[in-house]
C-alpha cells in the first residue's frame, strides 16, 4: 500500500503541519521594496523560505553554486542532521536498519513509507525475484563493451538499454500500477546488471541468477558462483553486503539522487533516469570515492605507510590531494554510517580470519586526522566511503566494483525519490536560472576585420 498522496505545507489552504496557527514570514528587502516570503518548517523543525514567487515579485533570483543552502524539494523519505549524525528512513533510525532490516524491508519503506506486514513484503520479494533474468538477448549487449571498461558505464548503459525491453513502462505520465511495475523490475534485474557487469569486467562467464536463492544471496552467486553451483554463498558475506546495501540506501538529495530527480521531471522514464544516477554516482567526489580511498590507502601503502605526508598534502591546497572518505557536504560530525562500517570491518574480517593492513592504516590515518586542526576546524570527519571498502575488499569484491555496490543499494533510494517526485502535488521539471556574466550586445565581425 503506497503513501498517500503528498500534502505539503506550501500547498496547504489550512495552518502547516506543525500546527502553527499561520505560516512564519521571512523579509526580503532589494531595490528598496520590502516582500514577505513564507517560511515552510519541516517536521523535524527545518525551516525553507519558500522563493517561488521571488522573481515575480522582485525580477531577482538567488544564487547558491553546489546548492549548499537551496532545497530542491519537500520530501518525506530520508532525514538527516549533519551536525548531530542523524540519519533516519521514514523516521527508522538506520542503526535500526542495519541490524535488523533486510535490504528488501528497507527497500519496501524508502519506496512505500511504511515497514511491510509480512504478507505484503512477500509479495514484493516474490514480484522481484520474478524479474532477475535479463530480458532474452540483453546479455549479449556484454559482449560490445570493449576489455577495460569500467563497470559503472556498463551499469549505466545497460540501464538506459532495459528501456528498450520495456515499452509499457516508458509512459511519460505513468499511472501507479506502472510505477510499482517499473520499480519492482528495476529492483530485480539491476543486481542481475551488476554482477553481469562484474563477470564480464573480469572476464569471466555469466552466471545466471539461481531461483532457489533472492536478495542478497542471489547477487553474490552471480557474482562469484560457478555455473551450476548449489553451495550458497558464506553467510558472514551475505550480512556484511545486506549491511552495506542497506547503508547506502538513501541519503535525502545527494548528486545523484538530485540527478535522477531533474532527469525524471523530464518525465523521461525511470530506466534512464536511473541510469543517469548512476552516471552522477560515479564521480570521485560522490560514489566513486570508495574506490579512490582504497586507492589512495595503497598509495600510502606503497609509500611506506607513513601517512603523515599525505596528511600534510591533503591541508596544500596546491597538491591535488584529497584525504578520499574524508568530510561530507551535510555530516559536520560523524557519518553515522562510518562508525557503523567501522564497527563492521572488526566483525566481517574476524569471522573470515582476514587480517587487512589497510584496515590498520585507516585506523590511524582517522586517529591522526581527528587530531589535526586542519580536519577538525572543517568538521570533515569519515565519510560512508571511508571504511566500505575495507569491508568490499575482504568479501574478495574488486575495487572497480565498489561504486556498482553503492548503485546496488542507493537503487532503492533512487526509486523512491523518482517515485514521490511524480506523485508530488507541485510536481514541475527541474529548470534552475542563472546570472548572465558574458559580453553585453556586440557587432558580428568577419575574422578577416578582426583586428
Ligand atoms: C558521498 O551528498 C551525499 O550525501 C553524498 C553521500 C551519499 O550517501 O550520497 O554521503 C556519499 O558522496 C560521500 C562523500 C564522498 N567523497 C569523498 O570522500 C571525497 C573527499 N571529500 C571531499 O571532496 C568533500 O569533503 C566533499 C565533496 C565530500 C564535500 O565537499 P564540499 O561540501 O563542497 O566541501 P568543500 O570542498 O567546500 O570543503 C570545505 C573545506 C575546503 O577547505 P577551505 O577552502 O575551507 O580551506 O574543506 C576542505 C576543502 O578544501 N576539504 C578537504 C576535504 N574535504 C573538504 N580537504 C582535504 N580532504 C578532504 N577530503
Not at 15 to 39: C, E, F, M, Q, R
Not at 139 to 145: L, N, Q, S
Not at 187 to 199: D, E, I, K, N, V
Not at 352 to 358: A, N, S, Y
Request: net charge neutral; glycine share 10%; with cysteine.
Amino acid at each position: 500500500m503506497s503513501a498517500e498522496k503528498q500534502q505539503h505545507p506550501m500547498d496547504l489552504q489550512e495552518p502547516d503541519p506543525t500546527g502553527n496557527p499561520s505560516p512564519a514570514i521571512a523579509k526580503l528587502s532589494i531595490d528598496g521594496k520590502t516582500i514577505d516570503l513564507p517560511v515552510v518548517t519541516g517536521t523535524e523543525q527545518e525551516k525553507g523560505v519558500d522563493i517561488t514567487k521571488l522573481r515575480a515579485q522582485t525580477g531577482a533570483v538567488t544564487i547558491d553554486p553546489g546548492f549548499a543552502n537551496t532545497a530542491s524539494c519537500l520530501s518525506d523519505i530520508t532525514f538527516l542532521d549533519g551536525e548531530r549524525g542523524i540519519l533516519r528512513y521514514r523516521g527508522v533510525p538506520i542503526e535500526e536498519l542495519a541490524e535488523h532490516a533486510t535490504y528488501t524491508d528497507t527497500a519496501y519503506l524508502l519506496i512505500h513509507g511504511n515497514l511491510a506486514p509480512q504478507r505484503e513484503l512477500d509479495q514484493f520479494s516474490g514480484r522481484i525475484n520474478q524479474k532477475v533474468n535479463l530480458p532474452a538477448g540483453l546479455e549479449k549487449f556484454y559482449d560490445c563493451f570493449p576489455k577495460g571498461t569500467h563497470p559503472m558505464a556498463m551499469l549505466s548503459a545497460m540501464a538506459a538499454a532495459l528501456s528498450g525491453s520495456y515499452p509499457a513502462l516508458l509512459n511519460p505520465t505513468p499511472t501507479r500500477e506502472e510505477i510499482d511495475e517499473v520499480i519492482v523490475t528495476l529492483l530485480g534485474q539491476f543486481p542481475t546488471l551488476c554482477a553481469y557487469g562484474y563477470r564480464k569486467g573480469q572476464g569471466l562467464s555469466l552466471i545466471p541468477p539461481r531461483q532457489d536463492l533472492a536478495g542478497v544471496a542471489s547477487f553474490l552467486h552471480m557474482m562469484n558462483g560457478r555455473p551450476g553451483d548449489q553451495q550458497d554463498p558464506n553467510p558472514v558475506a551475505v550480512n556484511a553486503l545486506r549491511k552495506i546495501l542497506i547503508l547506502h540506501a538513501d541519503h535525502e538529495q545527494n548528486c545523484s539522487t538530485s540527478t535522477v530527480r531533474l532527469v525524471g521531471s523530464s518525465r523521461a522514464n525511470a530506466f534512464v533516469s536511473i541510469a543517469s544516477g548512476v552516471a552522477a554516482l560515479w564521480g570521485p567526489l560522490h560514489g566513486g570515492a570508495n574506490q579512490a580511498v582504497i586507492e589512495m590507502l595503497e598509495q600510502i601503502r606503497a609509500d611506506g605507510g607513513e601517512f603523515s605526508k599525505f596528511i600534510r598534502m591533503a591541508k596544500d591546497k596546491d597538491s591535488g590531494f584529497r584525504m578520499m572518505g574524508f568530510g561530507h557536504r551535510v555530516y559536520k560530525n560523524f557519518d553515522p554510517r562510518a562508525r557503523i562500517l567501522k564497527a563492521s570491518c572488526d566483525e566481517v574480517l574476524g569471522k573470515l580470519g582476514i587480517h587487512d593492513p589497510l584496515l590498520d592504516l585507516a585506523k590511524q590515518l582517522e586517529a591522526a586526522a581527528l587530531k589535526d586542526d586542519y580536519f577538525v576546524s572543517r568538521k570533515l570527519y569519515p565519510n560512508v566511503d571511508f571504511y566500505s571498502g575495507i569491508i568490499l575488499r575482504a568479501l574478495g569484491i574488486p575495487t572497480e566494483q565498489f561504486t556498482v555496490i553503492f548503485a546496488l543499494g542507493r537503487l532503492a533510494g533512487w526509486l523512491a525519490h523518482w517515485k514521490e517526485m511524480l506523485e508530488s502535488p507541485g510536481f514541475r521539471i527541474g529548470r534552475p536560472r542563472q546570472i548572465y556574466t558574458g559580453p553585453t550586445q556586440r557587432r558580428f565581425v568577419r575574422v578577416a576585420q578582426r583586428g
